[in-house]
C-alpha cells in the first residue's frame, strides 16, 4: 500500500513535512528579521550638496547618502549567527538525537534511520541539514520529491543519509 513502511508504520504526508518545516521556521525567521531591523534602523542618512563647474557652466546638487552603522551590522551579524545556531541546534542535534524537531514534535511525526529504527545522530542530521539546503538549491525538485516517491523521501537529504519520516 502506498505511503506504509513494510512494518505498518505510515510514511509522513508532504504536507505535513512542509508544515512542521514552516514551524521551524518560524523562530529563526525572527531572529534573522531582528537582525535586518538592527541593520535598516541604525542606518544615518545625510545630505550632500555637490557643487562644481562642468564645461565653464556652474552646476549644484544634492545626493542622499545612507550608511549602515558598525553596531547595526554588528548587532545584524549576531542575530544572523543567533539565527543559524537555533536551526543547527533544532534540525541538526535535536531532529538527529531525538527524531524530532521542534515542527515535527508539533506535528505528530518522526526521522529514524530506514536500517535501524533509531534517530541519525547529531553528525548524519548535520549532513541531512546540509543536503536538505542542497534539495532547495536544484530548483525544489529536492523536496518536492516526496510528492512521488514511494518512501516520501527528499531525494537528496533523505536518501543519502538514509533517513524516513513516519507518522507518530
Known amino acids: 500500500m502506498p505511503g506504509v513502511a513494510p512494518d505498518g508504520?505510515?510514511?509522513a504526508e508532504w504536507i505535513w513535512r512542509v508544515l512542521a518545516y514552516i514551524i521551524d521556521y518560524i523562530p529563526?525567521?525572527?531572529l534573522a528579521g531582528i537582525g535586518y531591523l538592527f541593520a535598516i534602523l541604525l542606518t544615518?542618512?545625510?545630505s550632500v550638496v555637490r557643487q562644481g563647474e562642468l564645461y565653464g557652466t556652474p552646476y549644484s546638487y544634492t545626493t542622499v547618502e545612507r550608511s549602515t552603522s558598525a553596531i547595526g551590522l554588528i548587532?545584524?551579524?549576531i542575530f544572523y549567527l543567533l539565527a543559524l545556531a537555533y536551526w543547527i541546534w533544532n534540525k541538526a542535534y535535536r531532529e538527529g538525537t531525538t527524531g524530532k524537531s521542534i515542527g515535527k514534535q508539533i506535528t505528530g511525526y518522526t526521522t529514524l534511520k530506514e536500517e535501524?529504527?533509531?534517530p541519525l545522530g547529531f553528525g548524519m542530521g548535520f549532513v541531512r541539514l546540509l543536503l536538505l539546503w542542497v534539495d532547495f538549491a536544484i530548483c525544489y525538485?529536492?523536496?518536492?520529491w516526496p510528492l512521488w516517491d514511494?518512501?516520501?523521501q527528499c531525494l537528496l537529504s533523505d536518501k543519502v543519509t538514509g533517513a524516513?519520516?513516519?507518522k507518530d
Open 9 to 11: 508504520r505510515q510514511y
Open 28 to 30: 529563526a525567521g525572527v
Open 44 to 46: 544615518s542618512t545625510s
Open 75 to 77: 548587532l545584524a551579524f
Open 116 to 118: 535501524t529504527g533509531e
Open 141 to 144: 525538485i529536492g523536496v518536492l
Open 150 to 152: 514511494a518512501k516520501r
Open 164 to 166: 524516513v519520516v513516519y
